[in-house]
């Protein structure tokens, strides 16, 4: 299958809330092995599909669209934890807000206890805060999404229309996904 018959199909399937159900199911028919069938990440149900923008333009086109509202701001993903949504290089808005508006399937953003920004999924509710897990994830995360790091949710996403390496991603860019 094409690529871009598959991403097609992955748009249509995110809208309806089954990205990554339909993902697995198309490449198992189309031969492929590398996606594993499992249950742990919901489909997420409020996760923006990235616009697409010319390569080098992800971050500005964030950016720009971050400027309209004091709540937020830019980032720019690094590594395949949100694999097939969001891959490296993928310029994301979050938008602060509150925690107690949170729900399952949202796409979200916290600090980890490193310092790093991490960009993942809410699976459920826990005692003590949100497990959370990226699409690419065989289990969740050790860290709780809790009110202390909670930092927002994912309102829009950019990605290049062409791979593109870090070096496209400009000078003191903050990142979502660690070091």
């Excluded at 919901?42 to 720009?64: K, N, R």
């Excluded at 509202?69 to 509150?98: C, H, K, N, Q, W």
Aim: with cysteine; glycine share 14%.
């Amino acid at each position: 299958m094409e690529i871009a018959a598959v991403l097609s199909s992955l748009r249509r399937l995110a809208a309806a809330g089954w990205a990554l159900a339909g993902l697995a199911a198309m490449l198992a028919g189309a031969g492929c092995a590398t996606v594993a069938p499992r249950a742990l990440v919901l489909p997420p149900t409020s996760a923006p599909l990235p616009q697409p923008v010319a390569p080098g333009g992800e971050l500005a086109a964030a950016e720009s669209a971050a400027a309209g509202d004091r709540r937020d701001f830019a980032l720019i993903g690094a590594g395949g934890s949100m694999e097939p949504l969001y891959r490296s290089g993928t310029a994301i808005v979050v938008r602060e807000t509150g925690f107690r508006s949170l729900r399952p399937g949202q796409a979200v953003v916290y600090r980890h206890p490193h310092g790093h920004y991490v960009a993942h999924v809410l699976i459920a509710p826990t005692a003590g805060g949100w497990l959370a897990a990226g699409l690419a994830a065989k289990e969740p995360d050790r860290v709780l999404v809790t009110r202390a790091n909670f930092v927002g949710v994912i309102r829009a996403a950019f990605a290049a229309t062409a791979p593109v390496g870090p070096a496209g991603w400009g000078p003191g860019a903050r990142t979502a996904g660690g070091p």
